[in-house]
């Protein structure tokens, strides 16, 4: 045997050495990458689950604050001018009274709201535009009052009628356009806010390639190391999982939450509000009525408005009957106007019940007017206008105030849903980000936890 043969087992005894070192350099080189990599994982998914809550934050936000309340503040200005035209016109029917401190409040209400508009502007010269031409408008509505309160009894009837006139022409439509504006910018709100697809792409799918990769890193070590699951991996696995399913459930429940807040709540409380305008304004017709010489067209705008509240005859029963079953069964109803589409708005029971009660009412407010219309066509004056300003059971006044009162809860209930929903949504998106801050840190430090007690083996 010479010395070459001698050495051989100590050759074979360093390659083997520097082999084995070799594979331990290489094996704790892949887990630091898997370590970073994890690091890196949890990163992205925490970053881009922020970025769609504060995008959603931002426009639910910009709704909240500037587009809806603009769009309540525009209705509530078209009610109050609607109710300063029927206050004026039925002082002429019944002079003196409290109807002009009536008037007054609703005066003082729409100045008050004209003043909240001028400072809670936000799209430009699209909100300042109309709300000068509203002021304008009704600094020449009052010029035209005062005046005709100097007048004549023949002439003032002219010209409160004539100011009427102004004001349904000029200045309500103004109100419309400045809630027109805030309806499309809310709209537009709305689509901002991200959709399930971009919450899938930006959020949930990166959350679940974090959690692969976790399962990946736990079969490599298993692989490697011959031995059972890393705890500490499992459970971050584990927790990444749960948060990814919890927090796409929760985006789903927040986007239903707002959507249905805006697309349900808000929009029947914008409807409702036009409605009682509206009522307003055919109520000032039917005074109009009485005092005018030119009764066809005053009873021809009062029936254009009935029609804009739904254009069905309430007071034929077949279509009554009808209108009220389809309340009744929660179908919709194929006629036209703001209470129909109230009632095609997914009402629920307590509203229901209100809207079978306004289309009765509604329907013996028409009832009353064709009696009042028959008395004053009949020489019986005197009559029609104790039927028209009565307020007992079966007098215009009192249905009047049964319709307004209806309307007004439908607003109530509608408005404190539509908050309690934005309200709800939010904290979803804030529910959403702790969660995702929380689960991501731990995931992060049970993966460090995991891996280096692989890697301390090699060192």
């Given amino acids: 045997m010479n010395a070459h043969d001698l050495l051989k087992p100590l050759t074979r005894f360093r390659d083997m050495a520097v082999a084995g070192a070799s594979s331990l350099v290489r094996t704790s080189g892949v887990l630091g990458l898997l370590l970073f990599a994890v690091v890196l994982f949890s990163l992205l998914v925490g970053w881009r689950t922020l ?3 504060d995008q959603w934050h931002h426009e639910v936000r910009s709704i909240e604050k500037n587009a809806a309340p603009a769009v309540l503040l525009a209705d509530q ?5 609607f109710s300063m035209v029927a206050d004026s016109a039925n002082d002429l029917v019944v002079p003196g009274g409290d109807l002009m401190e009536t008037y007054a409040g609703n005066e003082d209400g729409v100045v008050k709201n004209l003043v909240a ?3 809670h502007v936000s799209f430009g010269e699209r909100e300042t535009a109309p709300i000068g031409a509203l002021t304008m408008g009704l600094a020449s509505y009052e010029g035209y009052l005062r005046a005709a309160s100097l007048a004549g009894p023949s002439k003032r009837v002219t010209m409160v009628i004539h100011a009427s006139d102004v004001m349904q022409q000029d200045v309500v439509p103004s109100a419309e356009q400045l809630g027109d504006v805030n309806r499309v910018e809310l709209e537009r709100g709305l689509h901002a806010v ?3 697809a971009t919450v899938l792409w930006s959020s949930t799918l990166p959350t679940i390639a974090l959690a692969l990769w976790l399962f990946v890193i736990q079969a490599y070590l298993i692989a490697k190391f011959r031995r059972f699951v890393n705890l500490p991996l499992l459970l971050a696995s584990v927790l990444v999982v749960v948060m990814g399913v919890q927090n796409a459930s929760d985006f789903s429940g927040g986007r239903d939450a707002l959507s249905e807040a805006l697309d349900v709540h808000f929009k029947t409380v914008s409807l409702a509000s036009r409605a ?6 055919a109520h000032a017709d039917e005074s109009f009525y009485l005092i005018t010489d030119d009764k066809d067209e005053m009873t021809d705008q009062f029936r254009k408005k009935t029609k ?4 069905a005859d309430l007071t034929d029963l077949p279509t009554h009957t009808d209108i009220r079953k389809a309340i009744d069964t929660r179908s919709a109803v194929s006629q036209q106007g703001y209470l129909a589409d109230v009632i095609n708005n997914k009402p629920d029971a307590a509203e229901r019940k209100i809207l079978a009660e306004l289309v009765d009412d509604f329907a013996r407010y028409l009832e009353i007017d064709t009696k009042i219309r028959a008395l004053d066509t009949g020489d019986d004056h005197a009559g029609a206008v104790a039927l028209s300003i009565g307020k007992n059971p079966g007098e215009l006044n009192y249905v009047f105030g049964r319709l ?9 209930q509608n408005r404190e849903a539509y908050e309690t929903g934005l309200a709800a949504s939010e904290a979803t998106l804030d529910a959403i980000a ?3 801050l929380l689960v991501l840190v731990l995931a992060g430090v049970l993966s460090v936890v995991g891996i280096r007690a692989r890697m301390a083996e090699f060192s």
């Fill in 434 to 436: 702790r969660r995702s």
């Fill in 194 to 196: 991200p959709s399930r």
């Fill in 117 to 119: 508009a001028a400072s």
């Fill in 51 to 53: 970025v769609v809550v």
């Fill in 276 to 281: 009682k305008a509206l009522l307003y304004g």
């Fill in 77 to 81: 200005l078209r009610t109050q001018l």
């Fill in 404 to 412: 307004d009162a209806g309307v007004s809860e439908i607003v109530k």
């Fill in 308 to 311: 804009h509240l739904i254009s």
